[in-house]
């Protein structure tokens, strides 16, 4: 099992390479060293050695071929699932544009196709950091979420936080030391984070809440929101336009958002069914 681990610095994100290739490990190493801010702690070339890297390591980010022998990189998964601390955050990397919208399906961060092209490398990094942004701010953080309407009764008060929510009723969103109150129209995007929930608003805000995705599809209007896949709700009103970026990539924009989110095709395929304007 070819493998290298290093002491790190706290600073930068721990990533491994896992692919069957050497010349691909070789490849995708080259163009990661463009950017200081990875740093490779190890290389596997199947899914055992994989798994046991990743106990010895602890990486934050995984770059996961998807045609390995004898297991392909999806059967990792649920090996992640078994680690007692956070799992880390997992990059397929196929040489087939169809495997996209099963690692959309997966949760997993992003895709990239071979060979690696730079810039789309380049929006996965942003990602990547994204992410650990987020992971960074749950480990700080204890925020708390509920739901709340513009005029509740006594009734409301009770259980507010189980029933349906109109598009002009208001979200309670947790931003410490305050709380901020948005109607639920004004919400751009939810997106599963783990056990989180992150928000999308205007002008780029985003804020995490504790509850899960699934928590939010129950209560938020659904005249609003569509499930585009398992872990992102979009508020196909302020959708403001789609981005071809490959076979099975696309990305959206919304109004007052200057970041567009991607999907896969079977998700516009979904969003165009309910929003036939798109």
Not at 20 to 31: A, K, Y
Not at 78 to 96: C, D, G, R
Not at 127 to 152: C, E, F, H, W, Y
Not at 199 to 215: E, N, Q, R, S, W
């Amino acid at each position: 099992m070819p493998k290298e681990a290093v002491g790190s610095k706290p600073d930068l994100i721990r990533a491994i390479l896992v692919d069957d290739e050497r010349l691909m490990r070789q490849h995708l190493r080259g163009h990661l060293g463009n950017h200081p801010e990875i740093e490779i702690v190890g290389e596997a070339d199947s899914v055992t050695s994989a798994w046991q890297l990743i106990s010895e390591v602890h990486p934050e980010v995984v770059f996961l071929d998807v045609q390995m022998a004898p297991q392909d990189g999806f059967e990792l998964l649920p090996l992640l699932e078994e680690l007692s601390e956070p799992p880390p955050a997992v990059v397929f990397v196929t040489a087939y544009d169809q495997f996209a919208i099963r690692a959309f399906d997966t949760n997993a961060l992003d895709y990239l196709t071979k060979p690696i092209i730079p810039e789309r490398l380049e929006r996965t990094l942003e990602k990547i950091r994204q992410d650990r942004m987020i992971n960074r701010l749950i480990s700080a953080s204890s925020i708390t979420a509920g739901t709340v309407n513009p005029s509740p009764t006594p009734d409301d008060a009770v259980r507010n936080d189980e029933r349906k929510l109109g598009p002009e009723d208001l979200v309670m969103l947790s931003e410490k030391p305050s709380l901020r109150m948005i109607r639920t129209r004004e919400i751009r995007a939810v997106e599963a984070q783990g056990n989180y929930a992150l928000f999308y608003l205007a002008g780029d805000k985003t804020i995490l809440m504790t509850k899960a995705m699934h928590h939010w599809e129950e209560i938020l209007p659904a005249e609003l929101f569509l499930r585009a896949h398992r872990s992102l709700l979009v508020n196909v009103e302020l959708i403001t336009g789609i981005e071809k970026m490959s076979r099975n990539e696309y990305q959206l924009t919304f109004k007052d958002l200057s970041k567009p989110i991607s999907v896969s095709r079977l998700a516009l395929q979904r969003i165009k069914e309910k929003v036939p304007r798109l």
